[in-house]
């Protein structure tokens, strides 16, 4: 985007995502939340996010917000996703060509705007966060599973290393006493 002339700018949450942005765009980070234990984040919680990323929307503070987490596929895959958060991106596909209908909306449409747009930044993000927190318990469940077989391996190999040793000394003393008897 940068070599297109535009200006980047982040609006981290999270440990992680703000320590490697802050090693390459330290200047470029414009809020840094750090939750905690985004396990257990609450909707009120990234609903506060949600209202401050519209109201710097609205005030002109950027053009386009995107939204980049990892999406939980499988316990053994996550896909790194990106999603365009604001302004919200509508795609026409479900409606029926040349199809077009007059609304009446109460209250008005941008009374209702004004409290969707809020709401559902903070439920974007909420399911971001619940995405990254599925993808980060399958990374951890499959390192583990990984270490545990890893350690098992080693054990049998060293439990048959051990065993042969063992069968060797008992060899060599037994090759003792034979050679010893029959010097006698």
Request: hydrophobic residues 30%; charged residues 25%.
């Given at each position: 985007m940068r070599a297109a002339?535009?200006?980047v700018?982040?609006?981290t949450i999270g440990k992680k995502g703000k320590d490697q942005l802050a090693r390459t765009y330290r200047n470029d980070i414009v809020r840094e939340v750090e939750p905690g234990d985004l396990g257990k984040l609450t909707f009120a919680q990234v609903q506060e996010w949600g209202e401050d990323l519209t109201a710097r929307f609205e005030a002109g503070d950027f053009d386009v917000a995107h939204l980049f987490f990892n999406k939980f596929v499988s316990v053994l895959t996550q896909e790194p996703t990106e999603l365009q958060l604001m302004p919200v991106a509508l795609s026409n596909d479900?409606?029926?060509a040349g199809a077009s209908a007059s609304v009446e909306y109460e209250p008005d449409e941008e009374e209702i705007l004004a409290d969707l747009l809020p709401r559902n930044v903070a439920v974007q993000l909420l399911r971001a966060q619940r995405e990254n927190a599925a993808s980060e318990q399958g990374s951890k469940m499959t390192?583990?599973?990984?270490?545990?077989?890893?350690a098992g391996d080693m054990i049998n190999k060293l439990t048959i290393q051990y065993n042969r040793t063992r069968q060797a000394a008992i060899t060599t003393e037994l090759v003792e006493i034979i050679s010893g008897a029959e010097a006698l």
């Open positions: 002339g535009k200006t700018k982040f609006y479900n409606a029926p390192a583990m599973d990984n270490a545990t077989r890893n």
